[in-house]
């Protein structure tokens, strides 16, 4: 008899396969559970285990491995994206540039987001941007609880978008909006995009898939099954996220080195920490 799992997987190109039926196992059903949008369940997984198998954002699965939550990662990456559209400034009060941050008024909705690590780490490291001169605004606190939050808190019920267009903020971090009055903070998005990726070779990793440990530890062939199926799933979208192990390690130690330097985890990871004796393989064989 199968085993059913609770199962938290937003609707991408990679998993629309695996959620509409179309691939069957015998080891494991699944029963889906919807939040809308995805992100909402991440708090529930790294402080409950909510749920048996779920989508998960690196940054927070690197930040819940740090206070040993027991979780287990899968190879399998289900959202990678170029992050640079997703910083905007609002151009009414003149040209803002990535290096003009300094000592600015930064909103983003968490600190800990993944998008948001991912751009401070450009910021910084790409741009020489000093993130600890940044007076950053925040409208959410972290998935994982134990994480401590320095920064200022948002007055309650004011959108972040709303925050930037009445000037209370110079510039957001993981925001894309049209708006005329809304510039991205990078000029040439896709240029950017393009000098980056001819730099780094990788794109950005932005979720990826978990279990609960005690699922992995008591059935280990239900890990091996969900990486079957997610692989199954993806290659069934042309338009799926596709990473070498080479490139998935790349991108992951540079999410790593980010979230260190960010201070978001207590110390940098090696790739290889990620997994264990049942995903190692996987992750060799992606």
Do not use: C
Not at 5 to 20: C, F, V
Not at 68 to 90: M, S, T
Not at 108 to 135: C, E, H, K, M, Q
């Amino acid at each position: 008899m199968a085993m059913r799992l609770r199962t938290l997987l937003g609707d991408h190109p990679g998993t629309a396969a695996l959620k509409s039926g179309a691939l069957k196992s015998d080891l494991i059903e699944f029963d889906f559970v919807d939040y809308s949008p995805t992100n909402r369940g991440f708090k529930p997984m790294v402080r409950e285990q909510a749920f048996d198998v779920a989508e998960l954002a690196i940054v927070t699965y690197l930040m819940a491995k740090s206070f040993d939550k027991p979780l287990v990662l899968l190879p399998d990456v289900v959202v990678a994206r170029f992050q640079h559209g997703y910083a905007l400034y609002n151009s009414r009060h003149g040209t803002l540039k990535p290096a003009d941050l300094n000592g600015r008024r930064v909103g983003i909705r968490s600190f800990t987001t993944t998008t948001g690590a991912w751009l401070r780490g450009i910021l910084a490291n790409d741009y020489g941007v000093d993130l600890d001169s940044i007076d950053w605004v925040t409208f959410e606190d972290a998935h994982v609880a134990e994480y401590k939050d320095t920064t200022k808190r948002a007055p309650a019920g004011k959108p972040i978008v709303q925050m930037l267009l009445d000037g209370e903020l110079d510039a957001v971090l993981g925001e894309k909006v049209e708006h005329p009055d809304l510039k991205p903070l990078f000029a040439e998005v896709a240029a950017e995009e393009k000098a980056w990726f001819a730099k780094y070779g990788i794109a950005p990793i932005n979720h990826m898939v978990v279990v609960k440990r005690e699922l992995k530890a008591q059935h280990p062939e239900v890990a091996r099954e969900l990486h079957r199926l997610l692989v199954e799933s993806a290659r069934a979208a042309p338009s799926a996220p596709r990473f070498t192990p080479d490139e998935m390690r790349r991108s992951l130690g540079l999410i790593i080195r980010y979230a260190a330097q960010q201070a978001l985890i207590s110390r940098e990871f090696s790739v290889d920490e990620l997994f264990d004796d049942v995903t190692r393989p996987l992750f060799a064989g992606t």
